[in-house]
Nanobody, 131 residues
């Protein structure tokens, strides 16, 4: 099974930036993609971004497109989430997760946006954006 350890996050004023990291270990060919999700108070877990390990295909939620960037470093088995132009609505606990699921989209193979398709999760990290 894949293990994921997160770092980063914290507090920032609106308009600021933060970067989250997710280091994976025990990665096997079954870990097809890494996704980022978030869960705000009283809300369901929400898809943010995902990236496949092989060709680096990415997907983003409309709510973060243009502000967040997911990237990866194969040498260190780390996936990053760069978050810019942060808003108070971005306040949540953020999770990275690993998925074996391959999804076909109009642009080719990509990663799933559904939490149920992810089978290993990081510990979560709090991001708080003040107005």
């Amino acid at each position: 099974q894949v293990q994921l350890v997160q770092s980063g996050g914290g507090w920032v004023q609106a308009g600021g930036s933060l970067r989250l990291s997710c280091v994976t270990s025990g990665r096997t060919p079954s870990a097809y993609a890494i996704g980022w999700f978030r869960q705000g108070p009283g809300k369901d877990r929400e898809f943010i971004a995902a990236r496949t390990w092989n060709v680096g295909s990415t997907r983003y939620a409309d709510s973060v497109k243009g502000r967040f960037t997911i990237s990866g470093d194969k040498a260190s088995n780390t996936v990053f989430l760069q978050m810019n132009s942060l808003k108070p609505d971005d306040t949540a606990v953020y999770y990275c997760a690993s998925s074996p699921r391959r999804v076909y989209t109009s642009t080719g193979l990509s990663a799933s946006v559904y939490p149920s398709d992810y089978d290993s999760w990081g510990q979560g990290t709090q991001v708080t954006v003040s107005s």
